[in-house]
Structures are given as C-alpha cells and as structure tokens.
C-alpha cells in the first residue's frame, strides 16, 4: 500500500464538497406516513414543508456516510506505523464493517473483522453485511456475545479500532470535517444526525462549538438505553476538551433499538421524498424532524446529514441515486 492510495481515497472521501439537496415533505406525503405513524395526528392535518439534506452517503456505495471521517485518522496512524493487517468489530449488520473493509480492499490491506454473533453460541447467520465482507476478502471471526462485551472492554489494551469507529482520533477527524466544510454548515441554525454509538455527533458537537458556529445539533438515536448514550456522548466531548451544551438526543421515536422499519413504510418515505435510505438511521431521523416541525421548532429550514448505510437489508435505492452508488467492484448490488 502506498500512501498515495490513502490520499486518493481521503480525496474523495472526505476532502470533497458534499451535495445538498432540498426533501419536500408534502401534504399527500404526510397522509400517506399517518397509518403508520398515528401518534403524530398527521391525517388531514399536515402541511408541506421542506428541508436540506447533506449527502454523505453519495461518497462511495459503501465505504459511506459518516464512516471514512471516522475510521480515516486511526487506519493513517496505523498505516504510518507499517502495519499491514487491521483490525475492527461489529455486529452482523454493521455498516461500520462494510466501510472499514471496502477501505482495506482499497488500501491493499488486510482487514479482520470480530463480528458478534447473530445466532447460538459464535454462530453467523448469513446477512447482507457478511455477504460484502466476503466480497471485499476480510477475514470473518464469529465471537459470542458475551466475548464480544468483553472485547469493548479491552479495547484500550488492544490495536484494533472499536465499533463504529470509537475513538479520539475519530472526535479530532470529525472536528476536521466540520472545520474543511465549514461554508456548506454555517447557513442552519440546526442539524440532524443519526447516533449509533454516538461518536460521529459528538465529533460534530465539539467541531460546530470549535468553529464557534451557533447551530444546535440534535442526534437521534437508534439504540436503546438513554443514560449510557448520554454519558459516552458527555465523555467523547470532554476527550475533546469541548464544553459545548448546544446538542441534544431526540428519543421520541416509539420504538427503541435497531429494529429495522416495515418494508413498506421505508418503501413509502423514499418514493416519496426520492431519496435512498435505509431501514434503521434514517426514518427515525426524518420522523424527528415532522415532530419538531409540528411543533414549530423550526425558524429556518434544518439540515438532516444523510450518514449512509443503504447497503443494508431492507434498503430503498431511488432512481436518482443509482449512478451515485455505482461502483465498479460492486456495481451489481444496486442494479
């Protein structure tokens, strides 16, 4: 691997201005999210609104959304360090896992990959995510669910990157981010993003405070267990020595966890709106969004950053985003 190909691939990763485009949240459209959503009272109720959405996921079909700006620091400091093997985890579904061994692929690197196991025991049940680190020629490591608990604990003794990219090298590649793409950030007076582990939003938190942008960032989290996101999130903020308060979790969507959204309601928000998305980040992002514009949250149009993940099971591909995903390795996928 040459550090050329690493420079090539932060290029066009991270270093490129992102696209913005404008979602319109019509009448007819907000009818149509009413059975499915009935807690929101959107039945003949609804009026348009529209809102801007920053297109991370158009980066690469799978080494997308926010995870190169989060994994790019740690693979350089590996990389610089003459190592030609790395290491990460993650669960069965992980878009994490996705990126990280695209990136390998690409770097010519060997990628290992401890995925917790989605059956009994170290048992892998096939999913979508195992089927693209097979393509990309990572090495699988079926762990039980509770070694792989006890691999997040170990992690700090151990040189491999953690789930979802944890680290303080990814708050300070983040801030990076927020710093290089500052024009594209400074119109809104708020952003929403997705949290898994909470890591990409704190990075946006204490680089939005850094930049000494007055813009509130709501995350909007797709776990369960309100404290330990709260704190961690707390935690990554002050590593970063960021003492912003201008963020907030949205936990309003009724249903807590990874559960992926019925087919049919993903299916019905990206023909819609004409944007891909998948069944788990985005929709709990966009349903935030209808409850805080119900609410007259908004004085101005909100940003929603698109952090990626439409490889995934239960995905809807629009039409218009097709020749963005197009890969040559992977083109077949999304055909």
């Keep these: 691997m040459s550090f050329d190909q690493f420079k090539e691939l932060d ?192 990075g946006l938190v204490a680089g939005l405070s850094f930049e000494k942008l007055n813009i509130s960032a709501v995350g909007v989290p797709a776990v369960a267990g309100q404290k330990w996101l709260a704190n961690d999130i707390q935690a990554l903020l002050a590593s970063s020595n960021s003492l912003s308060d201008n963020w907030a979790l949205d936990w309003s969507f009724p249903v807590k966890g990874f559960t992926p959204l019925a087919p049919e309601l993903v299916n019905t928000l990206g023909e819609a709106l004409d944007v891909s998305l998948d069944p788990v980040y985005l929709p709990r992002v966009l349903y935030a969004v209808i409850k805080a514009w119900q609410e007259g949250c908004f004085a101005q149009t909100p940003l929603i950053i698109h952090s990626g993940g439409v490889q995934a099971s239960g995905r809807y591909i629009a039409k218009r985003d097709k020749q963005h995903y197009r890969d040559t390795y992977f083109q077949q996928s999304f055909t």
């Design 11 to 202: 290029t066009a990763l991270f270093q490129q201005t992102p696209v913005i485009q404008q979602l319109e949240f019509s009448s007819l459209l907000l009818n149509r999210l009413a059975p499915f959503w009935p807690e929101l009272q959107l039945a003949n109720n609804a009026q348009s609104f529209s809102v801007d959405m920053l297109r991370l996921d158009y980066c690469h079909p799978f080494i997308s959304g926010n995870k190169w700006p989060k994994m790019r620091a740690w693979i350089q400091q590996q990389l610089a360090s003459g190592s030609q093997t790395l290491t990460t985890m993650g669960g069965a579904h992980s878009n994490h896992l996705v990126a990280f061994a695209a990136a390998c692929q690409q770097l010519q690197v060997k990628a290992i990959c401890y995925v917790r196991a989605n059956g009994q025991g170290e048992e892998l049940l096939e999913t979508p995510t195992l089927q693209l680190l097979k393509q990309c020629n990572a090495v699988i490591k079926p762990v039980s669910r509770s070694a792989f608990r006890a691999m997040r604990e170990q992690v700090a003794e151990n040189s491999f990157l953690p789930e979802g990219g944890k680290s303080e090298e990814a708050m300070k590649s983040i801030c990076e981010w927020v710093s290089l793409h500052r024009s594209a950030l400074e119109p809104y007076s708020s952003i929403y993003t997705a949290c898994g582990t909470g890591t990409w939003f704190s």
